[in-house]
């Protein structure tokens, strides 16, 4: 295995459904109920942005950051591979600083998202 495969196309894990219960319920289960979980964030900001109209760029940039991490649990549900964890790492920098935007800027008094 050369550099280049293990930083891009290694495959870490992949789904078997005939693999044992523990496979099932802990990787492939927990993703994808972590993956419906930030489809659901999404639809809040969205569902946000609809009652307070404030920034649509920032709040629509930010629930579409959401609904990618959301995705990527789905697809990392089926295999996890090295492009897909590159790929999860910029769209997490991402959802942090649409966040702290979006707070700063229009909801100083939020918490939760």
Not at 5 to 29: I, K
Not at 43 to 54: F, P
Request: with cysteine; aromatic share 20%; glycine share 4%.
């Amino acid at each position: 295995m050369d550099w280049l495969d293990l930083l891009w196309w290694h495959t870490w894990w992949e789904y078997d459904p005939n693999g044992s219960l523990s496979d099932h319920v802990w990787q492939h289960g927990f993703n994808l109920f972590e993956g419906l979980c930030w489809v659901v964030f999404g639809s809040l900001v969205i569902r946000r942005h609809l009652v307070n109209q404030k920034s649509a760029w920032l709040e629509l940039s930010y629930a579409a950051a959401f609904f990618l991490f959301g995705i990527s649990d789905f697809v990392q549900a089926y295999r996890l591979t090295s492009w897909l964890l590159v790929w999860k790492l910029f769209n997490l920098i991402a959802l942090l600083v649409l966040r702290k935007l979006t707070i700063k800027r229009h909801y100083p008094l939020s918490k939760v998202f």
